[in-house]
């Protein structure tokens, strides 16, 4: 589906979404086919965001377009930490 279908169906709600197709631009990822896994309450949200696997992300359909900003920077590190 694209994000604008995805929009309509899913009006002012946060989704767990798989994307499907999309294309690089500026640093930015601009997604243009995704499948709506499910619906995230508000409260939810943020913590289903950092749970959430390869491939899929939680956004909200407010966002008229649905792009994520890459972060490219050689100099930052990330750290994975361990429970």
Do not use: C
């Not at 407010?62 to 890459?70: G, K, M, P, R």
Request: overall charge positive.
């Amino acid at each position: 589906m694209t994000w604008q279908e995805v929009r309509e169906l899913f009006p002012d709600q946060f989704l767990l979404v798989s994307i499907l197709d999309y294309y690089e631009e500026d640093n930015k990822k601009i997604v243009t086919e995704v499948a709506p896994i499910r619906t995230v309450a508000k409260k939810d949200a943020n913590k289903e965001f950092f749970r959430a696997k390869e491939g899929t992300v939680v956004y909200h359909t407010s966002n008229e377009d649905f792009v994520i900003h890459l972060r490219r920077d050689p100099m930052m590190k990330v750290r994975r930490i361990l429970k």
